[in-house]
């Protein structure tokens, strides 16, 4: 990539990519709702598409955080992947994805879920490959950038703090007392 598209940068709605898809039976559990599994491969393909047409470059998924399903699609439904860089790295790329799910015949629209995947840009080696700044046009753009970079650092101090937990960990008074009141029976051999 040359050094001037570099620094140069895109902004948010250069990447933005909408993928639609009809939902079949092949895609659904014996209830008729869409497997959690087929909405995550069409998010990672989504997020792809969006992450490498920023980058310039192949990408690959490193990590996924909040899934959270908040309504079922279902099959007959039309359901979109909406996806959009909200961050960027030297080499990461972080794409936001709404996933909403359209009933054609009750033109009931709902929003099924929001993701967050973290994209690497490699070259042709398959090193790390350097991305284009992020050019931020509107105060949703920026929110949604600092909220990425908040994710981050907290999911880093997380990481820290549960390392430590784990190292640290014995059960003591204090442990029984934390899972009094969790479905759980504690039955140690002595």
């Known amino acids: 990539m040359a050094e001037a598209q570099l620094s140069e940068g895109h902004t948010v709605s250069y990447s933005q990519t909408t ?7 092949a895609y659904a559990n014996f209830g008729g709702k869409i497997h959690g599994g087929t909405l995550l491969s069409l998010m990672d393909k989504v997020a792809y ?5 920023h980058a310039g470059n192949y990408c690959v998924t490193v990590s996924v955080d909040n ?10 439904d039309l359901v979109s992947l909406i996806a959009s860089v909200n961050y960027v790295g030297s ?11 359209e009933n054609v015949q009750t033109a009931t629209v709902v929003h099924t879920n929001t993701s967050y995947f973290t994209m690497v840009a490699k070259g042709q080696g398959g090193e790390k490959a350097v991305v284009p700044p992020l050019i931020l046009e509107s105060v949703e753009d920026i929110r949604r950038f600092a909220s ?8 880093s101090y997380m990481t820290e703090r549960m390392v430590e ?14 899972l009094a009141n969790e479905r759980c029976i504690i039955r140690l051999a002595s």
């Open 165 to 178: 937990y784990k190292k640290d960990f014995v059960v003591d008074d204090e442990t029984r007392a934390f």
């Open 49 to 53: 598409v969006c992450a490498s047409k």
């Open 19 to 25: 993928i639609t898809e009809l939902m079949i039976p």
């Open 148 to 155: 990425a970079l908040r994710r981050r650092r907290l999911r």
């Open 67 to 76: 899934v959270h399903f908040l309504a079922p699609a279902e099959v007959g």
């Open 91 to 101: 080499s990461s790329i972080v794409v936001g994805i709404k996933v909403i799910a």
